[in-house]
Every structure is written in structure tokens, then in C-alpha cells.
């Protein structure tokens, strides 16, 4: 529209001319008008959902009810992105979602931490096996009880929240540092057991050449054949007649 204003007056005062200006000027209009009422509608939901949400307790539990999850909700996570980009397009933003932007990074690295955090507590929950978890039964129960507190009594608005994602990160780690040495000596044993399944001692044919197995069978020809001069005697030797006289 701006080539078009900038035109020669001859163009300008066609009813062509006219008549596409007054069509601008009716949808740029209309825009900013829905524009303005979409800001105000998010605007007046904004204050309300915004603090519910923060008010909800920073970890949950999955539909299992043994494993835990994150619970930043989606819509706080949307509000932070409107406001980023309406910030971007220098549009008004109610001050109570400015001031939840300004925390976004704490927000962020906080999110981050409880990830890591329930996802080393959920591992552990779910590959010990019934005759390795009553080992740990203690230490889990108590990194259990750190946890919990999670679930009802921080918020996202508690001021000693990084004091809890602390405490519970020393105690998941500890616990998971101990199940790894665990399973790093278990693996250990039973590399040593299968070396030791197999026989200590392998007996094994020793080689023999040709000529070493054809030689005893040349001599044993040789004296059991008759001899031309007298077919009933036998030149065996006496030992080689008493083996033969005990096979028979």
C-alpha cells in the first residue's frame, strides 16, 4: 500500500485507487480490532490461571503411584512464550505475567534439576529386583520421605525451593551411587562364576604322526604271522601269546 501512495496524483484519483485504499483501511481495521480483543481476553485469564498454576505442587505422582513426574503445567509453560514474543512485538503485557517472565530462567533451571532428580529416583524404583531392593530399603525409604515433600508442600512460589531440589538431588545421588556399586560388583561376580563354569582341566589327544601309529601295528605283524617252515608255531614272543591267550 505504501508503492501505492506513493504514486502520481493521476493514479490516486481513480476509483480503482479509491476503492482499494478504503478496502485496506476496512481490514486493517478489522485485524487490529481482533487483535485487540484476543490481548483482552488473554489478558483477563492471564492474572488468574497464571497464579492457580503456580500455587500446584512442584512434583507429582504417575498413574503407576510409584514413579514421579514434573508438574510445571503446559499453560505455564505457553504463558511464558506469549510473553516472550508479544514482549518481542512491543505489545502490552499485564504486569502479572511480566513478572512471571522475569523468573523464567529460575523457572527453567529448576524444571531441569527436578527432571534429573526424578529420573534417577524413577530408574532406581524400577530395575531393582525383589532380592536387591530389601538391601536399600532404608536408604530408599528415607530418600521417599525427601521427596514427598514435593508433592504437597512445595510450590512453585515457595522461596526454599532451591533448597529442596538441593537436598533431594544429594539424596537421590547418594542412593544412586550405592545401587551403581551394587550392580557394578554383581556384574563383577558373575563374570568371575562364568570363568570358573568351566572344567579346570581339558584333557586333550596328543598328536601323533603316521608313521609313530603305524609302527607298533608293523611289529605285531610281524610276529604273530607263521613263519613258511612250520605253520603251526607262532615266533610271538611269550608275553605277546599270554595277551592273546586272555583276549581270547
Given amino acids: 500500500m505504501e508503492k501505492l501512495n506513493s504514486s502520481n496524483k493521476a493514479i490516486q484519483e481513480r476509483e480503482e485507487y479509491k476503492d482499494v485504499s478504503k478496502l485496506y483501511t476496512s481490514i486493517m481495521k ?3 480490532e481482533f487483535e485487540a480483543a484476543r490481548i483482552a481476553d488473554w489478558e483477563a485469564t492471564v492474572d488468574s490461571n497464571s497464579e492457580a498454576k503456580l500455587l500446584l505442587p512442584v512434583l507429582q505422582r504417575n498413574p503407576d503411584g510409584v514413579t514421579l513426574m514434573v508438574n510445571f503445567d503446559q499453560a505455564l509453560v505457553d504463558l511464558l512464550r506469549e510473553v516472550k514474543y508479544l514482549l518481542l512485538l512491543d505489545k ?3 504486569d502479572k505475567a511480566k513478572e512471571i517472565f522475569a523468573k523464567a530462567d529460575t523457572y527453567r533451571q529448576q524444571t531441569c534439576h527436578l527432571e534429573a532428580i526424578v ?3 524413577n530408574e532406581i524404583l524400577t530395575t531393582l529386583n525383589p532380592v536387591q531392593a530389601p538391601l536399600f530399603q532404608e536408604r530408599i525409604q528415607r530418600m521417599g520421605e525427601q521427596l514427598n515433600e514435593g508433592l ?4 512453585w512460589v515457595t522461596e526454599k525451593l532451591t533448597e529442596f531440589i538441593n537436598l533431594s538431588k544429594h539424596e537421590v545421588s547418594e542412593v544412586n ?17 562364568e570363568k570358573w563354569n568351566k572344567p579346570m582341566m581339558e584333557k586333550k589327544n ?6 609313530d601309529v603305524y609302527e607298533p601295528y608293523k611289529a605285531c605283524l610281524l ?4 613263519s613258511p617252515r612250520d605253520r603251526q608255531k607262532s615266533r610271538m ?3 605277546a601269546c599270554k595277551k592273546k591267550k586272555k583276549k581270547k
Fill in 152 to 155: 504437597d508442600k512445595y510450590k
Fill in 223 to 226: 610276529y604273530t604271522s607263521p
Fill in 177 to 193: 551411587k550405592l545401587v551403581l556399586q551394587m550392580k557394578n560388583a554383581e556384574l563383577k561376580i558373575k563374570q568371575a562364576m
Fill in 119 to 121: 529420573a534417577i529416583n
Fill in 206 to 211: 596328543k598328536p601323533q604322526a603316521p608313521y
Fill in 30 to 32: 478489522n485485524l487490529k
Fill in 92 to 94: 502490552e503485557v499485564p
Fill in 237 to 239: 614272543p611269550s608275553s
